[in-house]
């Protein structure tokens, strides 16, 4: 139903992971029991986009690469704030949207790789997507 709506309203939606990092919620933690469902819904959410690209803003790697995640089969460094960072209102620098801020932005200081892997969002999973055939195709979409 989003990307039906999302699609006739000429709009774009962005798939990630749910993560109790923000709220401490787990109640809607994915489980291990729902992997293959994971995998089924990505292979959609693909094939999906190969029909209908601009609808499904994130990358074909970031999708691919989500059952890695839940599967916990992904442990390289997280490189989110590397190529991408988050700004507040008041000039506060953060690598991520779930971190507390590091520095004000006139204070800046590039980032690193970390190790962290308690979240797969796009500031982390596309941020390390290589730059392919599909998302240019995205781009232009």
């Known amino acids: 139903p989003i990307l039906a709506r999302a ?4 709009c774009g939606v962005n798939f990630s992971v749910y993560t109790d990092f923000k709220n401490g ?3 809607h933690l994915l489980q291990p029991g729902q992997q293959q469902e994971i995998e089924v819904l990505v292979a959609e959410l693909l094939a999906y986009k190969r029909k209908r690209r601009g609808v499904i803003t994130n990358s074909d790697h970031y999708l691919e690469q ?5 599967s916990g089969a992904m442990t390289e460094p997280c490189e989110s704030g590397i190529s ?3 700004i507040d209102p008041t000039g506060g620098v ?14 800046w200081a590039r980032y690193k790789p970390i190790d962290c892997n308690r979240c797969y969002y796009a500031c982390r999973g596309e941020a390390q997507a290589p730059l392919r055939v599909d998302r240019i195709r995205d781009v232009m979409a």
């Open 66 to 70: 989500m059952p890695r995640y839940t």
């Open 7 to 10: 699609a006739e309203l000429g």
């Open 25 to 27: 919620n787990e109640e």
């Open 84 to 86: 991408t960072i988050h």
């Open 94 to 107: 953060r690598r991520c949207p779930d971190f507390p801020v590091d520095f004000h932005w006139k204070d």
